[in-house]
């Protein structure tokens, strides 16, 4: 038997390859397939099946595609109903699967058909169970997704709370867990950086399994706190259900080599998005006018998702040279699908034709102490959860997830400073900013990490009684 997480921190997302004796199930795979399927020629193994937890909303997932290429049969638990050739399994139905058995265990909470898959191995001994998004490491999945006609929020915390008591924690404690994210996915609070565990482990250290809880405490405590789901988050469950074009095709139609004259025709014919990939330190030093920054480097496809509120969206790239397929097909991972086509030659060619080139200003941390001693205006896209840990004193939360609920607190007559904790997300920040005609706004890198080397007033240095 052979167990592979396939781990893509992109998207803090796990993907499983079960192998035995010459048979394969592979459990929530990404959307681009290739690699599980030559994984499974190298075994010299077949496909059997394809399990999915649930219907992904912060991903789409692979199953569709990996099925037309490999008949397998794809899997889903009990109420899902697609738009696509499926197996809806039975609470307690067993897969073989070689020499092991997987059996499909109802958990809804996190969505309704959620399901948790239970591993036997050859000698019928519970071994695993790959728990999509009803158990994380350090936490369970947020149960606000799924919410429809009188169902609220709450009744879905109560069904978790169910669901984690009756099918979950009364396994072994040597259970191996392997969940679907880890830490930086958005279907959590406060997700682990760890992602393998066992169950006994989780016990002892995830605060909704703990023995003395009550159905009330847990749901207080699940929902508390809880921000809005990015907008790309019922588009990705709406694809899941439904299928999608293959992703070959995606990739496809948009490498497409664009000359810096189709580019702008294009820009300037249709409502195309100028997404700009490069490393945030290129993209302040040289940038076609009106593009946005979402750097390649950070935690790109989340960061879309989250900013581009229509997965329609048409979009024109660029790119680092050689990063075009690498690019769409991490769009195509959130359900992107409409680029255009790439800029050939990249940033360097648009500035070599004559092309306006604008540029977006940045400053050190010690520049923004001495422009905060002349009263400068600083906002922080951190987080809620980094602000509230710490932050610059009387510095507003102007988090990125929300950027658009804040553009009216930005000010127009004069220069405004924005920061994060390291660089990457005060640039994605001023450049969405500037794209809307706020010239004024300036990046401050380092964030909030260099900020913390100067001697700029910060929650953390301060005792707390002094603080208004």
Request: charged share 25%; hydrophobic share 35%.
């Amino acid at each position: 038997m052979k167990i592979e997480q396939i781990y893509t921190g992109c998207l803090a997302q796990g993907a499983y390859y079960i192998e035995s004796n010459g048979e394969v199930a592979i459990i929530d795979p990404l959307r681009e397939v290739e690699q599980y399927i030559k994984r499974a020629a190298k075994d010299e193994a077949k496909i059997k099946y394809i399990f999915e937890t649930h219907f992904h909303a912060d991903f789409v997932s692979g199953h569709v595609t990996l099925a037309e290429k490999t008949d397998a049969t794809i899997v889903y638990g009990p109420t899902a109903k697609t738009s696509f050739n499926a197996h809806t399994a039975e609470d307690g139905e067993v897969f073989k699967v070689g020499e092991i058995t997987i059996t499909a265990l109802h958990t809804p909470g996190h969505t309704m058909e959620s399901t948790t898959y239970l591993l036997k191995d050859k000698d019928g001994n519970n071994h695993a169970i790959f728990s999509g998004d009803t158990l994380f490491l350090g936490d369970v999945g947020r149960p606000d997704l799924a919410q429809k006609g009188d169902l609220t929020q709450e009744d879905l915390a109560g069904m978790l709370f169910d669901s984690l008591r009756t099918k979950i924690m009364p396994l072994a404690d040597d259970v191996i867990v392997y969940p679907a994210h880890g830490a930086g996915s958005a279907c959590g609070k406060n997700l682990s950086k760890e992602t393998v565990g066992t169950i006994g482990d989780q016990k002892k250290t995830n605060y909704a399994l703990r023995a003395d809880m009550t159905k009330e405490e847990f749901v207080k405590e699940v929902t508390d706190g809880l921000l809005p789901p990015p907008a790309y988050f019922p588009l990705n469950v709406k694809m899941n259900k439904e299928g999608y074009q293959s992703i070959d095709d995606v990739i496809k139609s948009g490498s497409r080599a664009l000359s810096v004259e189709d580019f702008e025709k294009i820009a300037n014919e249709t409502d195309a998005i100028i997404l700009d990939v490069r490393h945030q330190f290129d993209f302040i030093k040289g940038l076609i006018p009106q593009s946005i920054f979402i750097g390649l480097g950070g935690t790109f496809a989340p960061w879309v998702g989250a900013l581009i509120k229509d997965v329609t969206q048409p979009i024109l790239l660029v790119t680092p040279v050689g990063e075009e397929e690498t690019t769409i097909t991490r769009l195509s991972r959130v359900g992107f699908d409409n680029v255009l086509g790439y800029l050939e030659g990249s940033f360097d060619s648009w500035k070599a034709s004559g092309k306006e080139v604008d540029t977006l200003r940045s400053v050190s941390a010690i520049d923004l102490e001495e422009a905060m001693n002349n009263n400068a205006k600083v906002f922080d896209a951190r987080k809620p959860g980094e602000y509230a840990n710490e932050h610059i004193v009387d510095v507003p939360s102007t988090p990125l997830d929300f950027l658009n609920d804040h553009v009216e607190e930005f000010p127009t007559d004069e220069d405004f400073y924005i920061h994060c904790a390291g660089g990457y997300r005060s640039v994605i920040a001023a450049s969405i900013l500037k794209a809307r005609g706020y010239h004024n706004v300036i990046d401050v890198a380092g964030g909030y990490g260099a900020i913390k080397k100067t001697n700029i007033q910060r929650t953390d240095m301060v005792c707390p009684s002094t603080l208004k």
